[in-house]
C-alpha cells in the first residue's frame, strides 16, 4: 500500500490542488499536473489491477508536461493561456480525432472529467460512517461522474478493480496524514479547493463549448 512507499501524503497532493487557482481566477496547470502525479503514485500503491488505470492518467500527465515544458511553454501556463492558444491556433480537433489528436484542451478534459470523480469519492470518504465500504463509494461516485464517458468494457473492469478497495479506515489511513479523524479533518480543508477548481474548469470549458471534445 501507498504507505510503505515512505513519505508520500495526501496532504501534499492536495496542497498542489490549492495552489492552482490565482488571484485572477486562473487555473494554472503545473500545480494541476504535480496534483495529478501526485494522485496517480497513491493508485499505484493500490495494486496491479489498476495499472490499467494509471498508465491511461500518466499518458495523459506526460502529454500535458510536454507541453508545459516545451517551446509554447508560456501558452500553457494556464489552462485559460491554453484555450485560448489552441483555440486561436485551430488546434483543437472539435468535431473527430483527426489533426490534432492529442490537444492540450481534450487531454485536459479527460483529467477534469476524473477530478469530478475525485471531488465525489472523497466527499463520500469524509461523510460516510465508520463501517462504509469503500469500493461502494467509488462506484457510486464512478456512476456518477466518469462511467457516463466510458465503454462498457471499461466500465465492467473499473468496477471490478473497485470491489479490492481496503476499507474506509485503512484508506484514510494509506493517506498518510495522521489518524481517521484527522484524514477527515484534511478533506474537510482541501475539499473547497478541489471543488474551485473543478468549477473554474468547468465553466471555461463550458463558455468555449468544449464539453464534449473527442
Ligand atoms: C481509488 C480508486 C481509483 C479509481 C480511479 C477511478 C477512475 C476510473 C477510470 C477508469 C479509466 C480507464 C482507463 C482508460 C480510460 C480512457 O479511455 C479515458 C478516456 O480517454 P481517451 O483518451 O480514450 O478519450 N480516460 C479517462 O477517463 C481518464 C481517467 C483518468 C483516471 C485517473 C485516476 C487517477 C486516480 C487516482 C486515485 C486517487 C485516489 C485518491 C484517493 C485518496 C483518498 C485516500
Not at 501507498?2 to 495526501?10: E, I, K, N, P, Y
Not at 488505470?53 to 485559460?80: F, H, L, N, P
Request: glycine share 8%.
Amino acid at each position: 500500500m501507498a504507505a510503505a512507499q515512505g513519505a508520500f501524503s495526501l496532504r501534499e497532493v492536495m496542497a498542489a490542488f490549492q495552489s492552482c487557482v490565482t488571484e485572477q481566477r486562473e487555473v494554472l496547470l503545473g500545480p494541476y499536473l504535480r496534483g495529478w502525479r501526485g494522485l496517480v503514485r497513491f493508485l499505484n500503491g493500490l495494486g496491479a489491477i489498476f495499472s490499467f488505470i494509471s498508465k491511461d492518467a500518466v499518458t495523459k500527465i506526460q502529454i500535458m508536461e510536454s507541453y508545459c515544458g516545451g517551446e509554447k511553454k508560456e501558452e500553457y501556463r494556464t489552462m485559460q493561456s491554453m484555450v485560448r492558444y489552441e483555440l486561436n491556433g485551430g488546434l483543437v480537433d472539435l468535431e473527430q480525432r483527426s489533426a490534432h489528436p492529442n490537444s492540450g484542451c481534450r487531454t485536459v478534459l479527460r483529467l477534469h472529467r476524473a477530478l469530478h470523480w475525485l471531488q465525489l469519492f472523497l466527499e463520500g470518504l469524509r461523510t460516510a460512517q465508520q463501517d462504509a465500504s469503500t469500493s461502494t463509494i467509488c462506484t457510486d461516485s464512478y456512476n456518477a461522474s466518469l462511467a457516463a464517458y466510458h465503454p462498457w468494457i471499461v466500465r465492467k473492469a473499473a468496477t471490478l478493480a473497485f470491489c479490492t478497495l481496503p476499507s474506509r479506515d485503512a484508506f484514510l489511513e494509506v493517506m498518510n496524514v495522521g489518524g481517521p479523524e484527522e484524514a477527515v479533518e484534511m478533506l474537510g480543508d482541501a475539499l473547497p479547493h478541489i471543488r474551485d477548481v473543478y468549477g473554474i474548469t468547468e465553466e471555461l470549458y463550458a463558455q468555449h463549448r468544449l464539453l464534449d471534445l473527442p
